[in-house]
């Protein structure tokens, strides 16, 4: 039996990973933060016969003897590093933090597999936030990197930390470069979730409108549950590679945001512009997007679409999920968990 190690196995690529795995008969382990609550929230949503089969590990990416003790006892087949400060507005306001976890707790990682168990293979979560404001469009494993923000240059630190240790050591490491994927157990603090969960409430008679940033910022937004097995792939290769996974589509916040709407039945009238720009149910009358600067990045990352071609030539890897189906996914999902009980009736913030 294969034994995985997934760092971060409490948030969204983990909880679809570890399933994956299991389904092929690993014995899968996972670090967890213990202060971690909304953490803790997504394993509990896991299916139980997934759960009780999780071995946990209660720890910091950012405390190396703890990583290098669990790496060493544990000797995995495959370690995948998803564990990350991962929210880009955040970074902005905590950097140290940000790169701390991210930049510290990968050279923790792979000083951990060089010494311990150089036979294990990574996978590192690098992100398309890495190429930042690109000149050419789709984007694959050769565009120049130009990031910005703080999230951005920490996992560009991981990426290049991966491919020098790769080198250097000839250990088995491999980057996935992954655009935005999004799932049912998104965070609250990304702007798909956010959208989702406020459809809930407005579809269920609250009058408080959805505030978002900028309308027009445009991602290539998948289906995580697709993502975690393009991770999986890169790791059964002859050879370690670094790889593009993406959906190759760009849609608009607007766009989603309408799409979100329309699960619910209810049409989107969008009026005016830029900070004015509200978006009004057609039949009520009733304001339910508004607009504000608070929302909006200090350095906004656009005209993201990624070219997985590579992927689908070498793994076989293509995505699944189409863009309506992802919203329609998530959408169900908080309006069955509103009508439980189980989603707090607060306003967005994030």
């Known amino acids: 039996m294969k034994k995985a190690l997934i760092t971060g196995v409490s948030g969204q690529d983990g909880y679809f990973l570890t399933q994956f795995l299991m389904d092929r008969g690993y014995e899968v382990h996972g670090t967890v933060r213990r202060n971690s609550r909304m953490s803790q929230g997504t394993l509990e949503r896991m299916p139980r016969q997934y759960r009780e089969r999780l071995q946990v590990h209660y720890g910091d990416i950012t405390d190396g003897t703890f990583l290098s003790l669990l790496i ?84 560009l630190a991981g990426f290049w930390t991966v491919r020098v240790y790769r080198e250097a050591y000839s250990l088995y490491m491999c980057n996935g470069i992954l655009f935005n994927h999004e799932s049912e157990v998104r965070g609250p603090e990304f702007v798909t979730m956010k959208i989702a969960r406020a459809v809930a409430r407005i579809a269920n008679g609250d009058t408080e409108p959805l505030v978002l940033g900028n309308l027009d910022a445009r991602k290539d937004w998948g289906y995580a549950k697709d993502y975690v097995e393009g991770m999986w792939m890169m790791l059964q290769k002859e050879r370690p590679d670094d790889y593009v996974l993406a959906t190759g589509e760009i849609h608009t916040v607007r766009e989603f945001a309408t799409e979100a709407f329309g699960v619910a039945g209810i049409d989107v009238e969008w009026r005016d512009s830029g900070l004015n720009e509200v978006g009004i149910d057609r039949d009520s009358g009733q304001v339910i997007v508004r607009v504000s600067r608070e929302f909006y990045r200090p350095l906004e990352s656009d005209n993201y679409r990624g070219d997985y071609s590579k992927a689908q030539q070498l793994l076989g890897w293509r995505p699944k999920t189409t863009f309506r189906e992802l919203v329609r996914i998530m959408v169900e999902s908080e309006m069955k968990r509103y009508a439980q009980g189980k989603v707090r009736v607060d306003r967005e913030t994030t």
């Open 72 to 155: 060493k006892e544990n000797q995995y087949d495959e370690i995948y590093h998803l564990a990350a400060q991962s929210f880009v507005a955040y970074s902005f306001q905590n950097p140290a933090s940000t790169y701390d976890i991210n930049i510290g707790g990968t050279l923790n990682v792979v000083n951990a597999i060089r010494d311990y168990s150089p036979s294990s293979r990574l996978y590192f979560a690098a992100t398309s936030e890495m190429f930042g404001q690109p000149k050419t469009t789709p984007q694959n494993e050769n565009t120049p990197l130009y990031p910005r923000s703080p999230y951005a240059i920490s996992k």
